[in-house]
């Protein structure tokens, strides 16, 4: 009797545990949603769009690391597209030069994360070599 009681009182806390753990991962995947919603992004005069290219070192994979940095890069103000190529370990930014500028777009990038794992080196305006 005294066992049956005991296997009783940790199936219910079992259950408790795992119901608890559902309703967080919900949840989390609420928040994902709506951080990955793409913003309207207003149109950049062709005298103030500059592009520039970095490269990112410490990404290991192509859907977390890669999609995140695109995705953050993609979402400031002022940019109208950003590319994250894992297999080159690069960045492509088509921004808006008089709201963003190389040192906000290294330190949103290096900032990813828990702020250790990403550095940005070679970053070079497309722009200017185009001109």
Sequence with gaps: MKISKILFAAAIAG????????????????VNAEKSTPKEHKPIA????????????????????AKTIE???????GVDKATVDFDKKTATVSFDKTIQNSESLTKVVQETGDGKTYKVSNFKSLTDQLQ
């Design 15 to 30: 259950l408790a545990f795992v119901s608890c753990k559902k309703a967080e991962d919900k949840s989390l995947q609420v």
């Design 46 to 65: 062709a005298e103030n769009l500059q592009t520039a290219s970095f490269t990112i070192d410490g990404m290991t994979c192509a859907m977390g690391c």
């Design 71 to 77: 995705e953050e890069l993609a979402n400031l103000d």
